[in-house]
Nanobody, 127 residues
């Protein structure tokens, strides 16, 4: 089993920054993919950014956050980070961390591909 705990959410003004953290515990050596997802009220959960551990590590981003968000992973601390800069009001959502142990997944930013989920941390961006 894998447990994920998010932290770092909060309220900021547009243009500001936040750094989210996702601490993983349990069978962390088995994790092949870790990602950040978000869900705004009345909307479906969507992929934001993901990290694949294969081949030394690859990063994937949704078009809406490219150039503004950066995902990193500290293997020594079993922690995934999401640095969010130039935040916009439309970034307001509950942000979730997710992880998957399978060696291959079809669509890395598809929430349905992930087995383990944290409880989320709220990000609110005011204009």
């Amino acid at each position: 089993q894998v447990q994920l705990v998010e932290s770092g959410g909060g309220s900021v003004q547009a243009g500001g920054s936040l750094r989210l953290s996702c601490a993983a515990s349990g069978y962390t050596d088995s994790l092949r993919f870790m990602g950040w997802f978000r869900q705004a009220p009345g909307k479906e959960r969507e992929g934001v950014a993901a990290f694949s551990s294969g081949g030394g590590g690859f990063r994937y981003y949704a078009d809406s956050v490219k150039g503004r968000f950066t995902v990193t992973r500290d293997n020594a601390k079993n922690t995934l980070y999401l640095q969010m800069d130039s935040l916009l009001p439309e970034d307001t959502a509950m942000y979730y961390c997710a992880a998957e142990t399978r060696a291959y997944i079809l669509t890395i930013l598809d929430p349905s591909e992930y087995t383990y989920w944290g409880r989320g941390t709220q990000v609110t961006v005011s204009s």
